[in-house]
């Protein structure tokens, strides 16, 4: 499985991005997908997940009611709309896919991962 990450950027406090992650090799319906993400000086920490095909969400709480995952299945493709940015959004941020079972935010239970994309909020 690979994954690419874009839609990072340079945003202003209470603006808007939207991550984008692009998975080829093999996604199929109720693998778990997610973002993830690591601050200056900070362990990674899961952001939101989605069950691909599923639908069903969780979220970390420091993001509920700003940020939304959704899936496209046709394009094999997650994203994350971010609303309400804040500095300590401020991240490299992490595409990352797992087979069945688990959905969840632990990070050592997702074995693909992504090359990062930046947000920074200032």
């Known amino acids: 499985v690979q994954l690419v990450e874009s839609g990072g950027g340079s945003v202003q406090a209470g603006g808007s991005l939207r991550l984008s992650c692009a998975a080829s090799?093999?996604?199929?319906?109720?693998?778990?997908m997610g973002w993830f993400r690591q601050g200056p000086g900070k362990e990674r920490e899961g952001v939101a997940v989605?069950?691909?095909?599923?639908?069903?969400?969780i979220y970390t709480d420091s993001v509920k009611g700003r940020f939304t995952i959704s899936e496209d299945s046709a394009k094999n493709t997650v994203y994350l709309q971010m609303n309400n940015l804040k500095p300590e959004d401020t991240a490299m941020y992490y595409c990352?896919?797992?087979?069945?079972?688990?959905?969840?935010?632990?990070?050592?239970?997702?074995?693909?991962w992504g090359q990062g994309t930046q947000v920074t909020v200032s």
């Open positions: 990352a896919a797992r087979g069945f079972g688990y959905c969840g935010l632990s990070r050592e239970r997702f074995g693909y």
């Open positions: 989605i069950s691909f095909g599923g639908g069903s969400t």
């Open positions: 090799g093999g996604i199929y319906s109720r693998y778990c």
